[in-house]
T-cell receptor, first 110, second 116 residues
């Protein structure tokens, strides 16, 4: 199936720093989604992007749908300890099928 | 996560037994997805179903695994003759049936299968 390459795999940052992660693919996606997963929980939707070039914010989070429709990035500004978790990108194909990146594990040091 | 109900949350099975995981999608959603997550790993696509139809099962092992989403009732992921390697978290997600427009999928809280 279509694969998403998510990077970095993990990040160790100091509280207050900004974070950037991205996903790329050789396939074109209709929708890009970003999720966060806490231990023992299911992924929770953070941001949904529906149009190429779209830039959307949700509080300290900003995500963009790449112009080529093959990539997306997520930025977190002024990180705080509760930002710790695993962040997943997801791309939706034309037939509603969804594919996920392998995740970025974020650790925030106070 | 609100609305997608998975049960059981935790299931322990002996090797060789069967595991049945159930997923009730959000109200009004007719698309269901199953994903598997091994410890410290990402979400691996297994199967995508609409009511009474399997749309894409390319991520599901050909043997021992099956999935259904009947007209009435929850979607079921069935694992026969479980082995230790089947131990994982299994997540169900659902989305509405609108095609070719921006859809989001919402996840349940997962079913943790442990094979002993």
């Amino acid at each position: 199936g279509q694969q998403l390459n998510q990077s970095p795999q993990s990040m160790f940052i100091q509280e207050g720093e900004d974070v950037s992660m991205n996903c790329t693919s050789s396939s074109i996606f209709n929708t890009w989604l970003w999720y966060k997963q806490d231990p023992g929980e299911g992924p929770v939707l953070l941001i949904a992007l529906y149009k190429a070039g779209e830039l959307t914010s949700n509080g300290r989070l900003t995500a963009q749908f790449g112009i080529t429709r093959k990539d997306s990035f997520l930025n977190i500004s002024a990180s705080i300890p509760s930002d710790v978790g695993i962040y997943f990108c997801a791309g939706q194909l034309r037939n509603n099928d969804m594919r996920f990146g392998a995740g970025t594990r974020l650790t925030v040091k106070p | 996560n609100a609305g997608v109900m998975q049960n059981p949350r935790h299931l322990v099975r002996r090797r060789g037994q069967e595991a049945r995981l159930r997923c009730s999608p959000m109200k009004g959603h007719s698309h269901v997805y199953w994903y598997r997550q091994l410890p410290e790993e990402g979400l691996k696509f297994m199967v995508y179903l609409q009511k009474e139809n399997i749309i894409d099962e390319s991520g599901m092992p050909k043997e021992r695994f099956s999935a259904e989403f009947p007209k009435e009732g929850p979607s079921i992921l069935r694992i026969q003759q479980v082995v230790r390697g089947d131990s994982a978290a299994y997540f169900c997600a659902s989305s509405p049936s609108v095609r070719n427009s921006g859809n989001t999928i919402y996840f349940g809280e997962g079913s943790w299968l442990t094979v002993v």
